[in-house]
Each structure stands twice: as structure tokens, then as C-alpha cells.
């Protein structure tokens, strides 16, 4: 009865702002991939952090389970109630809190997303640049650790987040970093929420660093006979020191989705996506330094796309990427899953990835952030075929052991979540019980989104 007893205590707090409606549930319960609906005893929609504390204190007052929610588009079922309980989503915490255009930061309620963050900077010439495709939420993209197209110049969410308010298991509020760029006064905190996945506490407002809006973008795509070539391309422009904003890759199978998906006729083959921002002179030399490198590695179809919408309908067809490759298989459902190798392991990564995808029963188109070694399979099945989903775990799990033979993780921004914890001992070894040793310490009853990222029991 302690949940029930929970729930109680928590409408009579939140009247309206506690829901038990199916669609509320099943909304809370789904997952953007292959998991089953899980749903939560009940939602509740907080308007400030002594509202997110003093749900925690009722809830671990009862033993009822806390997961966080931003905009629900993790992959790995990290916002799943596997133990039921109440899910906090922060939909009406999602102002700015403080600019400081000086020093290049801002401070943020966790429900804001990228996009409308941006959209608030648009007039500052600042920008907040960690992209992973999805509008995702800033909380969440904080306590998964999420990257994406630009982290090959920008950084992940590791590197651009300075500090943190939390509300720990027990109800306590704490607060992690400054405003100053570095610290050398004690843990480091800060990282250590970043990436949790909502098991050590709820962020409820965090300070993120902030980059100037480039002078000038460049955009360009061109084609490679096979994947192998454009890795090689991506390598060999890394290692000259060239300073891409982005760089994308799509395989064959990828373009021929985005093709049908976006209405665009790119050749059927493996292709790059590449984006340099800076100076105007700074954009050109660079531009011309790749433009050389894909010369010199046999890259075809060569095309820049200067101007804004150009640019914005180029990388909005590779964000779509996911939708349109989905649809490529209408009955079908994915595994959707990521690796990140160093980069001198990427074609050999890659080239097997392919050739084990190819001697499978089933599709699984590739793409991904090549400049920083990460890059996804979306390995598609029809559940209903047993052979089908068989072949997609198999392939996923073997994904994973070559990017761990290879000196690589088992996740490069997508999290553990439910659906890569099995690969976390053989990734960490002894460092995994430390993870769960800190666990103990900050939520010795297990509430905080229980059954992810650690080891259960």
C-alpha cells in the first residue's frame, strides 16, 4: 500500500497537478524504441523545486519509486516506472532563470528544450550548440549525458554544463559548481549527476556554458563509393586539425530512406554531411581543406549549401533520418542502438558492423557522428517474427563486443537506461559496484528511477 499511500498524501499537495488518467499513463509508459508500455501509478507536474522536494519527501515517506520525465525521447527506456510509482515531468518548469551574456552562460529550469532555449538566446548572438537531433528536454539531456551532431567541435552535455540544483532522494536540495569556468574545490559533483539517468536525484535547474553564434556556416554533402572511403575521409580531416562543426555520415540504406522520407534525390551511396562555422576567411580555408581531402579520398557529387535554408532543410533531413528509416519498414519496430570507438578504429568498426548486418535476416540501416567515432545501427524487425527479433538482439549485442574489443563503450550518447545494462561489467568491471556503492549512499531505498544504469539488487 505504500504507493497508493503516496498518491493520497501527493493529491491533496497537488490537487489537479497529480494525474492518474490513462492517456497521462500510457503517455509516461511508452518508449521512442522497442519496449513494452510501462506505465506509472500516477504523474505529477511540479511548478518549482520546493515542489519537486516535497514530492520526493512524501514519496520516500511511502517507498514509492520517482522518475524524472523531460520530453520523453531517450532511447534506452531510461523513463520507464519498471517498479511503478510516480513519474515527475517537468513540462511546467521551463523558464530561464538567469542570462549572463557577460560571462556566456544561462541558468535553466530542466523543462526547457533546446529549441526554445535557443530561441530565447537568438537575440544575444549566444547560443547553446549541444544538438542531439531530438527537441529534447535540457534536464534530460543533462542526466543522460546526450551529445549529437556538434559535439565534434562543441563538446557533449559533460562539457557544457557548469552546475546544478538537486533534490536528493531523501528531499534535500544541493547545489553543484559555479558560474566560475573551474573549480578545484572538492568532487566533482556536477559530472556526477550528468549522465545518472535520474538514479541519484531530480535536477531542477541547471547553469550551462554558452557559445557565440558563428559569423559564417558552411554546409556541404558528397559521396563515396563504399563506407570505408568516407571513414577514411573523416580521418584524415580530423588529423589535419581541421575544426568541423559537424560531420555526419549516412550509409547507403540511410539515404535511400531520407530520399523517400524528404523528397530529396541523393545518389545511393555512402554519404557526408559536414558543417564548419567561424570567421568568413576561417570558413573558406577550411572548406577548401576538406574539399581537398574528399578530392584526394575519391568523394563525388561534391555540393556546398550556403545559404540559411539550404542548410536548415540539409540537417533537417538528417535528423529525420530515425522517422524516415522507420517508415521504410511500416510494420516494423527497431532496435536502435549506438557505439563509440576511437577513431582510428572507426572503418573497421564500421565495415564489420555492415558485413554483419548484411549476412542478417533483417535491415539495419547505419549513420551517425563519425567526427567524434559514434555511430548508431537501426537494426529494424518485424516483433512478430521471432527470427526477425532474435536476429536484431543478436546484432545488437554483437555490436556492442566489437566496440569493446575495439577499445570503445558500449554507448556513446543513447545511456544504458534498461536496454544496455547487461554490457556495464564487462565495460567498468569493479568500477560498476562503485556506481552502485554511490547509489547506496545518496538512495539506500532504491527509489530514484530504480532498475536502470546499476546493478540490480
Request: glycine share 10%; net charge negative.
Amino acid at each position: 500500500m505504500g504507493i497508493e499511500t503516496a498518491l493520497v498524501a501527493l493529491s491533496t499537495f497537488l490537487g489537479q497537478r497529480l494525474s492518474r488518467s490513462k492517456p497521462d499513463l500510457q503517455q509516461h509508459g511508452g518508449s521512442e524504441t522497442h519496449f513494452p508500455m510501462t506505465p506509472p501509478d500516477a504523474v505529477a507536474y511540479p511548478r518549482s523545486t520546493e515542489e519537486v522536494a516535497e514530492i520526493v519527501k512524501i514519496c520516500a515517506a511511502h517507498d514509492c519509486p520517482v522518475i524524472g520525465y523531460g520530453a520523453g525521447t531517450s532511447l534506452e527506456g531510461q523513463t520507464l516506472p519498471v517498479n511503478g510509482g510516480v513519474t515527475v515531468d517537468f513540462r511546467d518548469m521551463a523558464a530561464v532563470l538567469h542570462l549572463g551574456a557577460e560571462d556566456m552562460d544561462v541558468t535553466v529550469q530542466p523543462g526547457i528544450t533546446r529549441e526554445a532555449l535557443n530561441e530565447e538566446l537568438r537575440a544575444t548572438g549566444l547560443m547553446f550548440p549541444v544538438d542531439p537531433g531530438a527537441n529534447a528536454s535540457i534536464g534530460g539531456m543533462a542526466s543522460t549525458r546526450a551529445s549529437g551532431t556538434t559535439a565534434v567541435r562543441y563538446g557533449t552535455m559533460r562539457d557544457n554544463v557548469l552546475g546544478l540544483e538537486v533534490v536528493l532522494a531523501d528531499g534535500r536540495v544541493i547545489q553543484t559548481g559555479t558560474r566560475a569556468r573551474k573549480s578545484s574545490a572538492g568532487y566533482d559533483l556536477t559530472g556526477l549527476f550528468v549522465g545518472a539517468e535520474g538514479t541519484l536525484g531530480l535536477i531542477t535547474a541547471l547553469t550551462l556554458r554558452l557559445h557565440g553564434q558563428p559569423e559564417a556556416v558552411s554546409a556541404a554533402v558528397c559521396a563515396f563509393d563504399d563506407m570505408a572511403t568516407a571513414v577514411e575521409a573523416v580521418q584524415t580531416t580530423i588529423q589535419m586539425g581541421v575544426p568541423m562543426a559537424r560531420i555526419e555520415f549516412l550509409d547507403a540504406a540511410s539515404v535511400a530512406a531520407v530520399n523517400a522520407h524528404s523528397n530529396t534525390s541523393l545518389p545511393l551511396y555512402p554519404h557526408l554531411l559536414v558543417e564548419f562555422h567561424g570567421s568568413e576567411a576561417g570558413v573558406k580555408e577550411q572548406a577548401e581543406v576538406f574539399g581537398d581531402v574528399v578530392t584526394d579520398t575519391g568523394g563525388k557529387g561534391f555540393a556546398w549549401a550556403d545559404k540559411p535554408e539550404d542548410r536548415s532543410a540539409l540537417w533537417t533531413m538528417r535528423h529525420h533520418a530515425y522517422w524516415a528509416i522507420l517508415q521504410s519498414r511500416p510494420d516494423c519496430t527497431a532496435i536502435v542502438t549506438d557505439i563509440c570507438v576511437p577513431i582510428s578504429r572507426l572503418a573497421e568498426a564500421v565495415e564489420d558492423t555492415r558485413a554483419d548486418i548484411a549476412a542478417s535476416p533483417i535491415t539495419g540501416p547505419i549513420l551517425g557522428h563519425v567526427g567524434d567515432g559514434n555511430f548508431h545501427a537501426i537494426l529494424l524487425f518485424d516483433p512478430a517474427k521471432e527470427d526477425e527479433v532474435r536476429a536484431a538482439k543478436d546484432l545488437s549485442h554483437r555490436l556492442v563486443e566489437r566496440a569493446l574489443a575495439l577499445g570503445g563503450t558500449a554507448t556513446g550518447e543513447h545511456g544504458i537506461g534498461l536496454g544496455k545494462k547487461a554490457y556495464m561489467e564487462a565495460e567498468h568491471g569493479d568500477a560498476w559496484d562503485v556506481m552502485g556503492d554511490i547509489k547506496q549512499a545518496l538512495d539506500p531505498k532504491n527509489l530514484m528511477n530504480p532498475g536502470k544504469l546499476l546493478r540490480d539488487g
